[in-house]
């Protein structure tokens, strides 16, 4: 297929490798045979193929895949995207012998959520993907890449920007949350973010909060709790906002429901556990600063339990006050157990709303 010349796409660019047969019959399972890095200049810069014949081990188990990755990384604008290409095989014994393949079915789709990446994946290995091939003792491969400009609107923003924060925060499989291959179809199925949440920071210099929208999977809110699947019941909207809570919290939340848990738990995360019913935040939570708490920090922490009656925190702080000699610690744990008796009527009255 010649280049595409449409104001949709540019001109061609090519990697080229040559195989034997045995190298691919003797390369290891999820091992690439070969990888090249080629700088397309601007606007695309390096990208850089891996050819695995044998097994790719990724979120989409392959046999045969080969795959290109972008140099890019934490630069905030978003770079031009891969919009297809074409895999040619050919006899280096007989030119005139060939097989063609083509992935603008898969690239380009992607290109909208990820334009950092591009992949084929298949359910076979080289050989049962390509059978005729197998007589061939050396294989000249070709695979030619066309791009996209992101003035033509390919990526979604919004995808993106969930994307790099997901990325960022090394969620992993950050991609199963965004679209998945069915290869035996050979048919991508996106899944885009649908919400906004809505945080807020302050500025050093300024007493106005700067507003700060983080787009996610509204499903994902929905799994955490009962509270957000009747928010979102009860409001076309698709944007919710958590005021009273700081941006680093909130984006701990946004982490939680895409990792299903922190690295560390903090009382805020309790509170807010709590306040929109999150019970695996709150389980996490409890363990984690169960294990974190000592003498030093024992009325803190009783404090807390006190109010929002963690199990593990419990036994840890009562455990602690009864190795400890000193009376006025026991005394105010004593007050603190009368005191979780009154702690789900308080949790329960009344009405909770955003």
């Known amino acids: 297929m010649s280049a595409d010349k449409s104001s949709n796409f540019t001109a061609s660019y090519t990697y080229k490798w040559a195989f034997t047969k045995d190298e691919i019959i003797h390369c290891p399972e999820n091992?690439?045979?070969w990888g090249s890095v080629q700088d397309f200049g601007e606007p695309?810069?390096?990208w850089m193929l891996s050819f695995y014949p044998n097994g790719y081990r990724s979120s989409v188990?392959?046999?045969f895949a080969f795959i290109l990755k972008s140099s890019f990384s934490k630069d905030e604008s978003v770079p031009s995207c891969l919009a297809r290409a074409e895999l040619t095989l050919t006899n280096y014994e007989d030119q005139k012998q060939s097989s063609t393949v083509r992935f603008s079915n898969r690239y380009h789709p992607i290109s909208k959520i990820n334009p950092c990446i591009g992949c084929g994946w298949y359910r076979k290995n080289f050989f049962?993907?390509?059978p005729d091939i197998q007589s061939w003792n050396k294989i000249d491969v070709t695979l030619v890449c066309f791009f996209t400009e992101i003035v033509n609107n390919v990526v979604d923003e919004r995808n993106w920007?969930?994307?790099?924060?997901l990325a960022t925060n090394v969620v992993s499989y950050v991609s199963d949350y965004f679209f998945t291959l069915d290869l035996d179809k050979k048919k991508l199925e996106q899944q885009n973010v649908d919400c906004n949440v809505i945080c807020y920071a302050?500025?050093?210099f300024s007493k106005q909060p700067k507003e700060i929208s983080i787009p996610m999977h509204k499903s994902l809110l929905i799994k955490q709790s009962d509270l957000f699947a009747k928010y979102f019941e009860e409001n076309s909207d698709v944007q919710i906002s958590f005021p009273n809570f700081s941006e680093k919290v909130v984006k701990d939340i946004i982490?939680?429901?895409?990792k299903n848990e922190l690295d560390?738990?903090?009382d805020q995360h309790v509170v807010f556990a709590v306040k929109y019913e999150m019970k695996e935040l709150l389980r996490k939570a409890d363990e984690y600063l169960s294990t974190v708490t000592k003498k030093s920090n024992v009325r803190k922490m009783m404090q807390l339990t006190e109010k929002y009656n963690l199990p593990e925190l419990t036994k840890q702080c009562f455990y602690i006050s009864e190795t400890n000699k000193g009376g006025s610690l026991k005394a105010f744990f004593t007050r603190f157990i009368q005191s979780i008796a009154l702690f789900f009527e308080r949790l329960f009255n009344g009405h909770k709303k955003f």
């Not at 982490?255 to 895409?258: A, N």
């Open 61 to 63: 188990p392959a046999k």
């Open 128 to 130: 049962e993907k390509f």
């Open 202 to 204: 302050k500025p050093m």
């Open 44 to 46: 695309y810069g390096p």
């Open 264 to 266: 560390s738990y903090t």
């Open 255 to 258: 982490l939680f429901c895409y």
């Open 161 to 165: 920007i969930t994307y790099k924060f």
């Open 31 to 33: 091992q690439a045979l």
